[in-house]
């Protein structure tokens, strides 16, 4: 075994073991869905910059980035950074208040059941993707450091039952520890790559002048309306459309208080912008240091320059670091992203058909659909042939075009109503749909886009029109906190309170 393979296998084997010690703590649904609500600011910075720092940061940003510069990575980083920015400022304490289990909670008590469902399917059919961009790329890596020995199909499988294990068993708190811990290695690791690699390529001036003289650090797109627009839907699908996501607002929710959520959420997310640009930088050094391999690899797996590149011009040392980095990366952005659809599905879609189930049963059914959902995206990583970072990328159209607009209607539009929710929720799907299927490739508007547009007309119509659908009377589940009181927001009607006994 090499010292490389070696690390790689101590790692994963003390990531299993934090899992085992995590869930001795983890005593009821709240420890395993939201820590408890006790994180401090630390571990929720933290916990949100690892838990969006994951597989499309390091291998698939820094891939497209050398194909079509700034301008291909407009989605991430920068339009993922400003979601967390967004939330942080925008959302972090009013969701904090509600003081709930899960994202789709709030829509039910804002509106009814129906939305709190299609909402609530619309953010678990959306992780998809993105779980699997993080299943894919352990593949890769496993193949990668052991120099083909664990072909990738097999790499996948396994990096998918080590994350499985430590979620299933510790759940947020085990994912929140991992995170904190991680951060370390993956912020220290990234910074001296690059130090040693920016040697290599003969400095760091070097590689961001060469790279400036290739037009990759031109961000704004130059031309009419055919660039512009699908610049800046590209921008707004993962920045507006990660904002209704689980895995925020649990992060939201797992801090001790309404100033650590928002304040976290910020830190975190401009600490994922500035850290984005170093796995970016890395790769176009290899352009510089292997201009060789860089092509032999820009033609067959582009994914796979950066590894390539520490595998070959590094000492050990510094491979250990670097891939002690990767996989904190991905592990805890999968984690995260394989905890947060499963509690979402079992408290939304699950706990309504099974109102008598006890917090100690529903708690194992929420670890039983963990694994249900490991093995969804774990299909989809091994039949898909979309790249990582556009199989992060598309993962948040169908959140953008049916849960964003019920979402910041409820909190900043006292007139919105249940009738108006749904109307977006039909309206924003369907258009999207459609456009997907009837629109040309080339269309100079996304469909996603279209389908927003929609979403929002059909809110303000459906709200202003004579109302069809009443909102029904919201009943928080029974598991929640003893402690807690649930403000719903204005409808338009008289605001109401329930208190969970």
């Known amino acids: 075994m090499t010292p490389l393979l070696g690390f790689i296998t101590l790692y994963l084997l003390a ?46 940003v820094s891939a497209t980035f050398v194909k079509d510069g700034l301008r291909g990575v407009v989605a991430d980083p920068f339009g993922a950074s400003l979601c967390l920015i967004l939330a942080g400022f925008f959302f972090a ?20 059941h129906t ?81 040693l690699i920016s040697d290599l390529a003969g400095g760091a001036g070097n590689v961001v002048a060469h790279a400036s003289a290739a037009g990759k650090l031109d961000f704004f797109p130059s031309g009419g309306m055919d660039v512009w627009v699908p610049f800046v839907g590209a921008w707004m699908t993962m920045m507006l459309g ?11 929710s797992s801090a001790k208080s309404e100033r650590t959520a928002m304040v976290g959420s910020i830190l ?9 640009f170093i796995p970016m930088f890395l790769a176009y050094a290899a352009t510089l240091i292997d201009p060789v391999m860089f092509e032999s690899l820009l033609d067959t797996d582009s994914q796979l320059v950066l590894p390539t590149l520490i595998l070959q011009h590094t000492p050990v040392f510094a491979q250990v670091i670097f891939f002690g980095a990767l996989l904190s990366a991905i592990m805890s952005c999968s984690s995260a992203t394989l905890l947060a659809p499963s509690v979402s599905f079992t408290e939304n879609i699950l706990r309504p058909m099974l109102p008598h189930i006890s ?43 049916v849960a964003f607009v019920p979402l910041v209607a409820g909190f900043y539009w006292q007139r919105g109503t249940t009738q108006g929710a749904l109307f977006a929720i039909f309206s924003g799907f369907f258009t999207w749909i459609l456009c997907e299927y009837f629109t040309p490739e080339d269309a100079i508007w996304p469909p996603q886009i279209l389908g927003l547009i929609a979403a929002i007309i059909g809110m303000i119509l459906g709200s202003l029109l004579p109302q069809r659908i009443g909102q029904l009377t919201p009943t928080p589940s029974h598991h929640h906190a003893a402690e807690g009181t649930y403000h719903v927001p204005p409808t338009g009607h008289e605001s109401s309170r329930h208190h969970v006994r």
């Open 115 to 195: 939305v709190e469902w299609l909402s609530t399917l619309a953010i678990v059919v959306s992780y998809l993707g993105w779980v699997s961009a993080q299943i894919k790329a352990l593949g890769l890596v496993f193949f990668t450091v052991t120099n083909g020995l664990i072909p990738q199909d097999k790499g996948m499988i396994l990096g998918a039952a080590i994350v499985l294990t430590y979620t299933v068993l510790g759940g947020m708190l085990s994912v929140a520890i991992l995170d904190f811990m991680q951060i370390t290695v993956i912020m220290g690791g990234l910074i001296y790559i690059a130090t």
């Open 359 to 401: 917090d100690r049963i529903f708690l194992w059914l929420m670890r039983i659909v963990i694994v249900a959902f490991a093995g969804m995206v774990l299909a989809v990583a091994l039949t898909s042939s979309t790249s990582i970072f556009k199989m992060v990328e598309h993962a948040y159209k169908i959140t953008l075009v």
């Open 15 to 60: 990531s299993i073991g934090i899992g085992l010690l995590a869930a001795t703590r983890v005593k009821n649904v709240r420890d395993f869905a939201v820590a408890g609500r006790s994180l401090p600011l630390p571990v929720v910075t933290a916990t949100v910059f690892a838990t969006w720092f994951g597989a499309e940061a390091v291998l698939g």
């Open 268 to 276: 975190g997310g401009s600490l994922y912008f500035l850290f984005a």
């Open 242 to 252: 990660s904002i209704p996501q689980q895995d925020v607002f649990q992060r939201i």
């Open 93 to 112: 304490t009013k969701l904090y208040r509600l003081n709930l289990l899960t994202i789709g909670d709030y829509y039910r008590l804002r509106y009814n």
